[in-house]
């Protein structure tokens, strides 16, 4: 289902896409409510940041991924008023002295 993006496939007992992109972009949105003009750091796993990736530049859950999203990269965004921007995007540069990992 997730290779197909079918955002609404229900795997039993899990959730779909569709729900799993609600349930980050809320939680996303809440702690930027809850703090104001601060930093917040979020660490997690690629899927939510695909989902975010698409919130923040209005991309289609059905749409193919075609952005690089690379593993323990670092990703920062701004929100000025209700408005969210990418400054940074799956950054790896800190990887480079570890070897291949920079490289994904």
Sequence with gaps: MYD???ADGLIP???TIRQRYQRAINCIEQLSERHP???I????HGGILDNWY???HQ????QARDWVLHNAGISQFQKI???WQTLSWSQTEHLQE???MAYW
């Design 4 to 6: 197909e993006q079918q």
């Design 13 to 15: 007992g899990g959730e």
């Design 37 to 39: 003009n601060e930093h």
């Design 41 to 44: 750091l979020i660490v997690t």
């Design 54 to 56: 698409r919130y923040v």
């Design 59 to 62: 991309i289609p859950l059905e």
């Design 81 to 83: 008023g209700q408005q």
């Design 98 to 100: 570890i070897g291949s």
